[in-house]
Structure formats: structure tokens, C-alpha cells
């Protein structure tokens, strides 16, 4: 089970695509906030695995090519935990 | 440009997972609601260009296959025009 508490501050270096709350600074990028857990978890796998290319799928799999199990649960409780912003 | 109005009524087959207004009827599956248009047309390209693989990518790109470009731009429009439900 993951910790939004411990996410947050795992996610200093995804704030800069998408954004301080997970609403993404550029429309080409996911807002996160509220999104699914399960969901998030599974995308952040699918970049770590090299499932995903195309578009920023480069960038997402260095990201999260150092990513632990652990901080894949922190970072999607994190993200589900915030209201997501119009 | 895509349009919202046409978006909803090419979004039926859509909601079955995604949720009629867009809050996904299971965490495993995103919510779509109040995403980034430019995102989620990218998102959807990208199944339909075979560049995600892996969980229900196979499920998505089966549905994106016969998506037409202007499909694709109604749909973003559509989802992204909805207010996310927390």
C-alpha cells in the first residue's frame, strides 16, 4: 500500500511536466491529480517495462527506470490523493 | 478542432469502462474526466499506432483501430470538456 505522505515528497521531479498539484503544465501532458491509483500504478509499470513509446514515453521511462515498487505505490497514492483541478 | 457535442455521442462504447461522465467504473482504468484534450488524443494514437502494450492496452487498441482522426479529436474534446469527479 502506498503513502500519499511519502509520494509527495518523491514527486519533487514530476511536478515539472506535471505540475505542484498534478494539473500539468503543458496540455500534451496527463494532469494526475485525482486520477486512479491502480491506474497510475500500472501506467508508471508500463513506462518502467519500456510498454509504452512514442510522444514523452522516452522521457516517463528514464524517470521511472529508478523507480522502486515502493515509491510506484507512493507516487500513485500521492497523485490519487489530490483534487483534481479544472 | 474536435467537437465536445460529437465527442459525446461517439463516447458510448467508451463509457463502459470509462464511466458515463468519465469517472472510470474501476481504479485499474483511468478517469478521463477534465483531462488534457491535447493528452488524451495523443493517448489515443498512441493504441491505435500500437505504441502502448501490456494491461488493457490490447482492449484499447482494439476499440481506437477503426477510430478516424476526427473521432479522435471529438472524443478528446468530449472527455476533456467534462468536470472531474473526485
Do not use: W
Amino acid at each position: 500500500q502506498g503513502s500519499s505522505a511519502d509520494g509527495q515528497s518523491k514527486a519533487a521531479s514530476c511536478a515539472a511536466c506535471h505540475g505542484a498539484k498534478g494539473k500539468a503544465v503543458n496540455a500534451i501532458y496527463p494532469n494526475l491529480a485525482g486520477q486512479n491509483e491502480d491506474y497510475l500504478a500500472l501506467a508508471l509499470r508500463a513506462y518502467q517495462k519500456g510498454e509504452r513509446s512514442g510522444g514523452q514515453a522516452g522521457v516517463m521511462q528514464a524517470f521511472t527506470s529508478s523507480l522502486s515498487e515502493q515509491d510506484i505505490s507512493d507516487l500513485a497514492a500521492y497523485y490519487a490523493s489530490l483534487t483534481p483541478l479544472k
